[in-house]
């Protein structure tokens, strides 16, 4: 029977899952077991139900394997509509407390949920949908491991349910962009291992004796934060069928490890990952060479090479040595130059193609999300020098900071990525709706533009009032007083994630009918120039 391996591994692990669950030494790990109890349950009769007694037919060895590509795709759309959604409704409790729906929907279980929606499920589902796309197309080799990308992409999605329900349940570490428990960071280091194994041997068995840039950061990116998840989540557990752990640091230690794992998340997962898209798929969707492939180069080693001794402009005015902090802070500035180099390269690939900005919409998609790339990683230095970070820190600055990089760059690049893949992965003629796109760009650009905006004034004032001091010395404002002073700014942020929500929205529809193979009947977006007739 096709799929016969898988099915006898996912009963048997349904099976543990069940058995941990009646051993638990604790309510949470128990709701947690048998939650992974009923998923593992539920892809069992999937494939019971799909499997065939057919003898398998052989496989091409020189045709791609695109169907976890396909199925990354249309995860990576549902998931970040639902990062989105989340995203919006935490933002309304922040605006009205009374949202806040105790225990499971509290703002303190919403939240890590929306970082972990967007972050790792929206973003890490583009990552692994188009680097899979990428080397394959880069190499003209099929992946590595025959199943293997099955079992990295279907892991990967139990690790987001699990992880997510973690949340709502109240199981976390506390740490920053790290908050499953140790049995699930276990899970996603095996998952991960196997994504290296997968791009790796792929690499290996290439036809192109060339590896093209955008594997080297695809690469750079896997690498480093399979390096970064274990070393952070070092941890001993209280009990092997409960959910608590310790951590192996401790004190200044452990924040410091926290931040530089946090903040090379962020270098690696959100700006190394992407930089490979973007390496790839604008100079496809432009028909242009990269400008200068010398330069990306360059943008390669160099951010790399910095990128990974940022991490303590974290811990200003904290118990970090003085000289750790200036560290930080020397390499965050320095960081600015590779990264305008990375964006100075991507947006002179467009030479000879500015025309498209206005007839394809996916490009200026593309084109925006450099630029925000651009804005962020010139925002981030400057964030990091010292007097800067004492207004800005803990302030809805950072705030803004982080969603125009994330809204800004992650989510464009990643839509004009699966607006690109959708119509060649399902042979389609074209997307459904080109005008969809364009109003998807529109109220995605319009959304990022009202909440980095807002928040940008928010924080300043925040920060303000917190530093206002009377001729007595006396703080002028209380703490009640800046909250309340941040409402309206609270309630302008929701209305720029509904906006951008709804674009997401958009693209799901888009995305849908165009899999489905229908084809919108349009007038250009840019009609035909009249033709002049010549006077006799």
Do not use: C
């Not at 700014?489 to 995305?511: D, E, K, P, Q, S």
């Amino acid at each position: 029977m096709k799929n016969s391996g898988w099915i006898l591994v996912l009963a048997v692990a349904t099976f543990g899952a069940l058995v941990a669950a009646g051993l638990a030494q604790d309510e949470l790990f128990r709701a947690h077991m048998f939650i992974l109890t009923l998923t593992l349950g539920v892809g069992t009769l999937y494939l019971l139900r799909t499997g065939s007694f057919e003898p398998a037919v052989p496989v091409d060895p020189d045709a791609y394997l695109d169907g976890p590509i396909k199925v990354g795709t249309v995860l990576t759309v549902f998931w970040g509509v639902v990062g989105f959604l989340v995203g919006v409704v935490v933002a309304l409790q922040m605006a009205y407390p009374d949202l806040n729906i105790e225990p499971w929907f509290n703002f303190g279980r919403m939240r890590p949920l929306h970082t972990s929606a967007v972050v790792f499920a929206f973003g890490g589902s583009a990552l692994l949908t188009t680097s899979l796309y990428v080397v394959q197309r880069t190499t003209r080799a099929r992946l590595f491991g025959g199943d293997l990308a099955w079992f990295v992409m279907w892991g990967y999605q139990l690790f987001i349910v699990m992880a997510a329900t973690g949340y709502l349940l109240g199981i976390t570490q506390g740490r920053e962009y790290a908050e499953p428990e140790w049995y699930v960071d276990i899970w996603l280091t095996i998952v991960w291992v196997a994504y290296l194994v997968l791009f790796l041997g792929t690499l290996v068995k290439r036809k192109e004796p060339h590896i093209y840039v955008a594997n080297w950061f695809y690469l750079a990116f896997i690498v480093t934060v399979a390096m970064l998840h274990v070393v952070n989540n070092l941890a001993v557990p209280v009990s092997f069928l409960g959910v608590k752990s310790y951590s192996a640091f401790s004190g200044v230690q452990d924040a410091l490890t926290q931040w530089w794992y946090g903040h090379n998340a962020v270098g690696f997962f959100l700006t190394a990952g992407f930089l490979g898209m973007m390496y790839y798929f604008l100079p496809k969707q432009a028909g242009r060479p990269v400008y200068s492939y010398r330069l990306s180069i360059i943008h390669f080693w160099a951010l790399i090479f910095l990128y990974i001794w940022a991490g303590p402009h974290h811990l200003y005015y904290t118990a970090l040595p003085d000289w750790a902090q200036t560290l930080g802070m020397v390499f965050s500035i320095m960081l600015w130059m590779p990264s305008w180099g990375g964006m100075i390269n991507g947006l002179l690939t467009l030479r000879g193609a500015w025309d498209k900005i206005r007839t394809d919409p996916i490009i200026r998609m593309m084109v925006v999300a450099v630029a925000f790339y651009g804005m962020s990683t010139f925002e981030g230095p400057v964030m990091s020098i010292r007097s800067v970070n004492a207004l800005s820190h803990y302030t809805n600055w950072t705030i803004g900071h982080v969603h125009s990089g994330a809204l800004g760059w992650v989510g464009m690049i990643s839509f004009g990525a699966v607006y690109f893949l959708t119509p060649r992965l399902w042979n389609r003629e074209r997307l459904y709706s080109l005008r969809m796109v364009n109003w998807h760009f529109w109220l995605a650009t319009l959304g990022i533009v009202i909440y980095a905006a807002v928040m940008w004034v928010a924080g300043i004032t925040q920060g303000l009032m917190w530093r206002e001091y009377n001729d007595q010395g006396f703080l002028v404002y209380s703490f009640a007083e800046v909250v309340a002073a941040m409402h309206p700014y609270y309630v302008l942020r929701a209305v720029g994630g509904m906006l951008y929500l709804a674009g997401g929205i958009v693209m799901a529809v888009n995305v849908a009918l165009t899999i489905k193979g229908h084809v919108r009947a349009e007038r250009p977006l840019v009609p035909a120039a009249p033709q002049m007739k010549l006077a006799a």
